[in-house]
């Protein structure tokens, strides 16, 4: 190869900025938002996304959103499947008694890599008030 076209290369490389991987996505934001505390039913579990969610299957399946809690990490309170659109992902969900659910979620990327992660809210239904019931 011939040297000064190696030396032009070489001194490309140097001069032009390097860049960094791109992120992952990033949930943006959640509603129940994160530590807080409901009063009032809720019919859904909404998170969004700094860009659009892959919906790979074409119907939500490949995407997930768990609401477990109060008295058992086992116990499930989403009613149906996740639903995306765009940025968004959602997830319907009926209640049970008061106290401290836990929100788990995965999802594709728009780079393609799976984002996952969970958080906390709490239920306080108020006095006098019924749970919610599926």
């Known amino acids: 190869m011939n040297r000064r076209l190696l030396a032009a290369a070489a001194l490309a490389l140097i001069v032009l900025p390097v860049t960094g991987a791109a992120a992952h996505d990033y949930l943006i934001s ?3 938002a994160a530590d807080s505390t409901v009063t009032a039913p809720i019919g859904s579990v909404t998170l969004t996304f700094n860009a ?3 919906d790979l299957s074409g119907d939500g399946t490949g995407t997930l959103i768990t609401v477990t809690g109060p008295d058992s ?3 499930h309170f989403e009613t149906a499947c996740v639903t995306v659109s765009g940025s968004t992902i959602s997830a319907p969900v009926s209640l049970g008694n008061g106290g401290r659910y836990t929100v788990t979620y995965q999802a594709v990327s728009s780079d393609g890599h799976t984002v996952s992660d969970s958080y906390a809210f709490a ?3 108020p006095a006098g008030g019924t749970a919610e019931r599926r």
């Open 73 to 75: 990490d086992s116990r």
């Open 123 to 125: 239920y306080q239904p």
């Open 30 to 32: 959640n509603d129940p």
């Open 52 to 54: 659009p969610v892959l």
